[in-house]
């Protein structure tokens, strides 16, 4: 049927409908409400019932993240769907004998993994969260629950057992309409379901939503990924792929919580404006323990504090280094060449060449990371030394006799001579300080003029003292990760992936060995110098080689006008990837010639603030504070691109921060500008373009790049 409006005349039995939903909705807040509220009574009074120290704080983190997860916002619906399954003894609908949620009788757990148990005639409203009565009984079953799938996937073709899907509208948190699909009589509304359009389109202000109540088959399957599968994503401007990355880590949560809670998760994006735009998805779905950084954050270890050629970061981002590093530190394991004595009293204990030689070889074919290997040889020899203090005394040494070989004089000066300690800044610091050892570990994988540009010209006298690059942290990292082993997680989400150099993903690598990754980007996008052409390559660097690649094409969020015009720089680009489609027919798009840019823009903004939605306004970087003073001169409050909770509706963003964010309105000033201001420029300009989920407005002085010039602009 189609949807019902309250503005609409409702007959008896229609207007009866409406109204129980909304009393569904509101049992189901306060259902909510006492759950939460008995969260912080236990939350309260934990420590008074915890066994000890330990327990009391264990148990009050369990229960503080508790009441997170419960936290309500009453502008945002508990439900957006209802499944009613058939009756077999009907052949036909979900009849009056079951409750609301079906809870009359000995039916299946809706949330068992087993869901080919028989739901017949049962009824399940399918939401953000499991919201159950003071029962136990389910008021609301979470999407990720496994019958909550037939939501998202009964079709005509394929029911699953369902009578009837019905979708909800919403309004501030007010339910205010609902349409039904019946799949048992051939009704299946598809993409042209009113309520379902009205969610995609809807305005877009503030950060990023999540988007359970639209989520399309093929975005399910990638969700649905099983947790030990690592996937990669190539998705065009506005498929959903950074919704589709985000809504498996909350599933992927669901269905293996107390394992990835251990292991962890972790969110990696392009930069802290992106991360602050997509924060609050996650905590929407109950999920408030994910962590989300930056690859510059990952890799802090040493403060950046200097800035260097563009060619000479671009190759310490080369996956070459990575070798250079590896030989540089094995450079540092030395060969015996004299045996240990060790006085203990009374006593002299001897170690000849041979078995020292065997201690250090042994360890350097155990491939350990190089601080443990130096750990394994020290024990070793102190071993070596406590047999024959066993022989001579009958008796095994204490732990105090075995701290103390293992610090005595001999054994330290043997370590240090076969194995020295090592810091990953030391590493670094040595080798760009002297040619002869750089060119040792680069020798057959660097040029030398390319090791010429490594060479610190003036090195600072220590490595504390040394002023280092972001592309000198990358490598650190690296020395790191050969050095000692790196804490990891269970599942790693990387977005904007197309921008991770080989040693940005070797560095992802590192922290995702054990665990999988959900890889998402767009080649068409990539902009860093050592953006990604092809996807096998990056996930050889990530470590999942065997990793699928699954296309996303067709978009749901921006109109077809805009795809059709940011699709005819896909040419210049250089990369294979299908062209972006769209389901969108709204929309606009108006390029036009102006004669003063600035003006142009107050007048285009204020144009676009009579609509509904946010504006963004995007230049080249140099531009972006001259358009903010323009506007504030005209009366018109912006804000960064950092600064997604503020109130102003219009943000001004620099042209390399825009990536991963949207708006409704997008106002794009001079894109000659914004790609002549860097090598790969076009695809930066793609980018820009690409932006917009209702209406785009390219404004230019400049005659626009050739690959945009011709065809209908809209």
């Given at each position: 049927?189609?949807?019902?409006?309250?503005?609409?005349q409702?007959?008896g039995?229609?207007?009866?409908?409406?109204?129980a939903?909304?009393?569904?909705?509101?049992?189901?807040?306060?259902?909510?409400?006492?759950?939460?509220?008995?969260?912080?009574?236990l939350?309260?009074?934990?420590?008074?019932?915890?066994?000890?120290?330990?327990?009391?704080?264990?148990?009050?983190?369990?229960?503080?993240?508790?009441?997170?997860?419960l936290?309500?916002?009453?502008?945002?619906?508990l439900?957006?769907?209802?499944?009613?399954?058939?009756?077999a003894?009907?052949?036909?609908?979900?009849?009056?004998?079951?409750?609301?949620?079906?809870?009359?009788?000995?039916?299946?757990?809706?949330?068992?993994?087993?869901?080919?148990?028989d739901?017949?005639?049962?009824?399940?409203?399918?939401?953000?969260?499991?919201?159950?009565?003071e029962?136990?009984?389910?008021?609301?079953?979470?999407?990720?629950?496994?019958?909550?799938?037939?939501?998202?996937?009964?079709?005509?073709?394929?029911?699953?057992?369902?009578a009837?899907?019905?979708?909800?509208?919403?309004?501030?948190?007010?339910?205010?309409?609902?349409?039904?699909?019946?799949?048992?009589?051939?009704?299946?509304?598809g993409?042209?379901?009113?309520i379902?359009?009205?969610?995609?389109?809807?305005?877009?202000?503030?950060?990023?939503?999540?988007?359970?109540?639209?989520?399309?088959?093929?975005?399910?399957?990638?969700?649905?990924?099983?947790?030990?599968?690592?996937?990669?994503?190539?998705?065009?401007?506005?498929?959903?792929?950074t919704?589709?990355?985000?809504?498996?880590?909350?599933?992927?949560?669901?269905?293996?919580?107390?394992?990835?809670?251990?292991?962890g998760?972790?969110i990696?994006?392009?930069?802290?404006?992106?991360?602050?735009?997509?924060?609050?998805?996650?905590?929407?779905?109950?999920?408030?323990?994910?962590?989300?950084?930056?690859v510059?954050?990952?890799?802090?270890?040493?403060?950046?504090?200097?800035?260097?050629?563009?060619?000479?970061?671009?190759?310490?981002?080369?996956?070459?280094m990575?070798?250079?590093?590896?030989?540089?530190?094995?450079?540092?394991?030395?060969?015996?060449?004299?045996?240990?004595?060790?006085?203990?009293?009374?006593?002299?204990?001897?170690?000849?060449?041979?078995?020292?030689?065997?201690?250090?070889?042994?360890?350097?074919?155990?491939?350990?990371?190089?601080?443990?290997?130096?750990?394994?040889?020290?024990?070793?020899?102190?071993?070596l030394?406590?047999?024959?203090?066993?022989?001579?005394?009958?008796?095994?040494?204490?732990?105090?006799?075995?701290?103390?070989?293992?610090?005595?004089?001999?054994?330290?000066?043997?370590?240090?001579?076969?194995?020295?300690?090592?810091?990953?800044?030391?590493?670094?610091?040595?080798?760009?300080?002297?040619?002869?050892?750089?060119?040792?570990?680069?020798?057959?994988?660097?040029?030398?003029?390319?090791?010429?540009?490594?060479?610190?010209?003036?090195?600072?006298?220590?490595?504390k003292?040394?002023?280092?690059?972001?592309?000198?942290?990358?490598?650190?990292?690296?020395?790191?990760?050969l050095?000692?082993?790196?804490?990891?997680?269970?599942h790693?989400?990387?977005?904007?992936?197309?921008?991770?150099s080989?040693m940005?993903?070797?560095?992802?690598?590192?922290?995702?060995?054990?665990?999988?990754i959900?890889?998402?980007?767009?080649?068409?996008?990539?902009?860093?110098?050592?953006?990604?052409?092809?996807?096998?390559?990056?996930?050889?660097?990530l470590?999942?080689?065997?990793?699928?690649?699954?296309?996303?094409?067709?978009?749901?969020?921006?109109?077809?006008?805009?795809?059709?015009?940011?699709?005819?720089?896909?040419?210049?680009?250089?990369v294979?990837?299908?062209?972006?489609?769209?389901?969108?027919?709204d929309g606009?798009?108006?390029?036009?010639?102006?004669?003063?840019?600035?003006?142009?823009?107050?007048?285009?903004?204020?144009?676009?603030?009579?609509?509904?939605?946010?504006?963004?306004?995007?230049?080249?970087?140099?531009?972006?504070?001259?358009?903010?003073?323009?506007?504030?001169?005209?009366?018109?409050?912006?804000?960064?691109?950092?600064?997604?909770?503020?109130?102003?509706r219009?943000?001004?963003?620099?042209?390399?921060?825009?990536?991963?964010?949207?708006?409704?309105?997008?106002?794009?000033?001079?894109?000659?500008?914004?790609?002549?201001?860097?090598?790969?420029?076009?695809?930066?300009?793609?980018?820009?373009?690409?932006?917009?989920?209702?209406?785009?407005?390219?404004?230019?002085?400049?005659?626009?790049?050739?690959?945009?010039?011709?065809?209908?602009?809209?």
């Amino acid at each position: 049927m189609p949807a019902l409006d309250l503005d609409t005349q409702l007959d008896g039995d229609l207007d009866v409908d409406l109204a129980a939903e909304r009393a569904h909705l509101t049992t189901s807040r306060a259902a909510l409400a006492r759950m939460r509220a008995r969260a912080e009574s236990l939350f309260a009074t934990g420590d008074q019932v915890a066994g000890d120290a330990y327990a009391a704080e264990t148990l009050g983190r369990t229960l503080a993240r508790r009441v997170a997860e419960l936290a309500d916002d009453p502008t945002t619906p508990l439900f957006f769907g209802r499944l009613d399954f058939a009756s077999a003894a009907d052949n036909g609908t979900a009849e009056s004998g079951t409750t609301t949620n079906g809870t009359s009788g000995a039916a299946s757990d809706p949330t068992a993994p087993d869901v080919s148990g028989d739901h017949d005639g049962r009824r399940y409203h399918v939401g953000r969260r499991h919201v159950t009565d003071e029962r136990g009984e389910p008021l609301v079953l979470d999407w990720r629950a496994p019958v909550s799938r037939s939501f998202y996937r009964a079709s005509v073709r394929d029911p699953q057992g369902v009578a009837v899907r019905r979708r909800f509208g919403f309004s501030n948190g007010v339910l205010t309409s609902f349409e039904d699909e019946r799949l048992d009589r051939g009704e299946e509304l598809g993409t042209t379901s009113r309520i379902l359009t009205a969610e995609i389109e809807r305005p877009r202000v503030g950060p990023m939503r999540d988007i359970v109540a639209t989520i399309q088959p093929e975005q399910d399957d990638l969700v649905r990924a099983d947790l030990a599968d690592s996937i990669c994503v190539q998705g065009a401007p506005g498929t959903g792929k950074t919704a589709v990355g985000l809504h498996r880590a909350a599933y992927l949560l669901y269905l293996h919580r107390e394992r990835l809670r251990r292991a962890g998760v972790l969110i990696v994006g392009p930069n802290r404006a992106f991360l602050s735009y997509i924060a609050a998805v996650l905590p929407a779905l109950g999920e408030v323990e994910v962590e989300q950084a930056t690859v510059e954050e990952l890799i802090s270890r040493v403060p950046v504090r200097a800035v260097e050629a563009p060619a000479v970061a671009a190759l310490k981002h080369d996956a070459r280094m990575a070798s250079v590093l590896r030989r540089a530190v094995q450079a540092q394991i030395g060969t015996p060449t004299e045996s240990i004595t060790v006085s203990d009293g009374s006593f002299r204990w001897r170690i000849g060449l041979e078995p020292l030689h065997r201690i250090v070889e042994e360890t350097r074919r155990e491939g350990l990371p190089y601080g443990t290997g130096r750990e394994r040889v020290q024990a070793r020899v102190v071993s070596l030394l406590q047999r024959q203090a066993e022989a001579r005394r009958a008796e095994s040494p204490s732990d105090a006799w075995l701290r103390r070989m293992s610090r005595c004089r001999p054994v330290l000066d043997f370590l240090d001579a076969v194995w020295p300690a090592l810091t990953p800044e030391g590493l670094l610091h040595g080798l760009f300080s002297d040619p002869g050892r750089l060119a040792a570990a680069a020798d057959g994988l660097l040029s030398d003029v390319e090791q010429a540009q490594l060479v610190w010209a003036k090195p600072a006298r220590t490595p504390k003292a040394t002023r280092w690059t972001a592309a000198d942290a990358v490598l650190i990292d690296e020395a790191t990760g050969l050095l000692e082993r790196l804490s990891g997680f269970g599942h790693v989400v990387v977005d904007e992936a197309q921008d991770l150099s080989p040693m940005q993903c070797r560095a992802i690598a590192r922290r995702s060995e054990h665990g999988s990754i959900t890889l998402l980007g767009d080649l068409a996008q990539g902009t860093a110098p050592w953006a990604a052409r092809d996807w096998k390559e990056s996930l050889a660097h990530l470590g999942k080689p065997n990793a699928v690649v699954v296309p996303l094409t067709v978009g749901f969020r921006v109109p077809a006008a805009v795809v059709a015009f940011a699709n005819r720089l896909l040419p210049a680009l250089a990369v294979d990837v299908p062209p972006a489609e769209s389901l969108r027919r709204d929309g606009g798009l108006d390029v036009r010639t102006v004669t003063d840019l600035t003006s142009a823009t107050v007048a285009e903004v204020r144009a676009a603030l009579a609509h509904d939605g946010s504006v963004g306004v995007i230049a080249a970087d140099d531009a972006v504070d001259g358009l903010r003073a323009a506007l504030a001169e005209a009366g018109v409050e912006t804000a960064t691109a950092d600064d997604v909770a503020a109130a102003e509706r219009v943000t001004v963003v620099p042209a390399t921060l825009v990536k991963g964010l949207e708006y409704d309105h997008v106002v794009v000033v001079e894109p000659a500008a914004i790609v002549a201001a860097e090598p790969r420029g076009l695809h930066r300009l793609y980018v820009v373009l690409t932006r917009a989920v209702s209406r785009l407005a390219v404004l230019h002085v400049a005659p626009l790049p050739a690959p945009l010039v011709g065809g209908s602009a809209g």
